[in-house]
């Protein structure tokens, strides 16, 4: 069974710093992954996803995640982060012809100080 | 709004009763996603459903819990003589095949069952 670990439950950064934010994956294949964003109250929005080619993707509002397939990884970074972009990440994962079926994380609250 | 409506946002039920959740999926969109959020943790999967058929249900207990997707109307989501561990955010999302299509999630029902 596929799972998804993301071992930091809360991360606070100042902004303008970077941000890498982790999740380490188990699939017995190769796995499509996915990072969401989630605001208060709010419904989740994909930030980006991998299904294969290049290991580095390109997200939305400057997101983006390396796979790692030696580590079973992938890992989310910004070079720098706004206020606005305090939320809840979620790393998905998914398994190949399994649709949108996914298996998320337990997120990582961001907090972003000013 | 072209977007994912759920109803009703809140939705506070005695145990015993009955809880009903709506999801109107994005236009254009057939398939759709249950997905349940319990406190301080992500989202699991319940149920996948295509117009007027259950085809992933293996989230879905056992027991009180029944889904439906009809030829018309919105996508039902059925809880019979809830339970306090039934207290969740409630997450409806919708995709335009059966792919890896982006899934485009609505703002969630949050249940709180007394």
């Known amino acids: 069974a596929q799972s998804v670990t993301q071992p930091d439950i809360h991360i606070t950064v100042s902004e303008g710093a970077s941000l890498e934010l982790r999740c380490n994956y188990s699939?017995?294949?190769?796995?499509?992954l996915f990072w969401y964003v989630q605001s208060p109250g709010q419904g989740l929005q994909l930030l980006l996803k991998?299904?294969?080619?290049?290991?580095l993707v390109q997200g939305i509002k400057g997101f983006e995640a390396e796979f790692k397939r030696s580590q079973s990884s992938f890992n989310l970074r910004k070079p720098s982060v706004h206020w606005s972009d305090a939320a809840e990440y979620f790393c998905?994962?998914?398994?190949?012809?399994?649709?949108?079926?996914?298996?998320f994380g337990t997120g990582t609250q961001l907090k972003v100080e000013l | 709004n072209a977007g994912v409506m759920q109803n009703p946002r809140h939705l506070v039920r005695r145990r015993g009763q009955e809880a009903r959740l709506r999801c109107s999926p994005m236009?254009?969109?057939?398939?759709v996603y249950w997905y349940r959020q319990l406190p301080e943790e992500g989202l699991k999967f319940m149920v996948y459903?295509?117009?007027?058929?259950?085809?992933?249900e293996s989230g879905m207990p056992k027991e009180r819990f029944s889904a439906e997707f009809p030829k018309e109307g919105p996508s039902i989501l059925r809880i019979q003589q809830v339970v306090r561990g039934d207290s969740a955010a409630y997450f409806c999302?919708?995709?335009?095949?059966?792919?890896?299509?982006?899934?485009?999630f609505g703002n969630g029902t949050r249940l709180t069952v007394t």
């Open positions: 998905a994962v998914g398994a190949r012809g399994g649709g949108n079926k996914l298996t």
């Open positions: 236009k254009g969109h057939s398939h």
């Open positions: 699939y017995g294949a190769t796995p499509y």
């Open positions: 999302a919708s995709s335009p095949d059966r792919g890896h299509s982006p899934l485009h």
């Open positions: 459903l295509q117009k007027e058929n259950i085809i992933d």
């Open positions: 991998y299904f294969s080619g290049d290991t």
